[in-house]
Nanobody, 122 residues
């Protein structure tokens, strides 16, 4: 059962940018830490970035540091992943996920979205 809703995926050229959005309808949004994961072709799903409930803390995979930025707007019930300097190896299905704490999101989040495809052409 889909719990979170992602949007913003699509096709980008290498060096370009995309912004992904994640909503968690019907929930008290600020009660959840949110993370982004991705699964590329033939690869395991991996953690990309995460943000604490009120946005004070963030965490990034090494592959995302310096290029991606996670943020949230609790008033709008949205989390964003701004992806810059995209590379072909960023091609993947991107999922957002939620749990009470960021540490739980990074380990094994309770709630998942159905994913949005990001394709980066060289």
């Amino acid at each position: 059962q889909v719990q979170l809703v992602e949007s913003g995926g699509g096709l980008a050229q290498a060096g370009g940018s995309l912004r992904l959005s994640c909503a968690f309808p019907g929930r008290t949004f600020s009660a959840y830490a949110i993370g982004w994961f991705r699964q590329g072709p033939g690869k395991d799903r991996e953690f990309v970035a995460g943000i604490t409930r009120l946005g004070a803390g963030t965490s990034y995979a090494d592959s995302a540091k310096g290029r991606f930025n996670i943020s949230r707007d609790n008033a709008k019930g949205m989390v964003y992943l701004q992806m810059n300097s995209l590379k072909p190896e960023d091609t993947a299905v991107y999922y957002c996920a939620a749990d009470a704490l960021l540490a739980a999101v990074q380990r094994n989040p309770q709630y998942w979205g159905q994913g949005t495809q990001v394709t980066v052409s060289s």
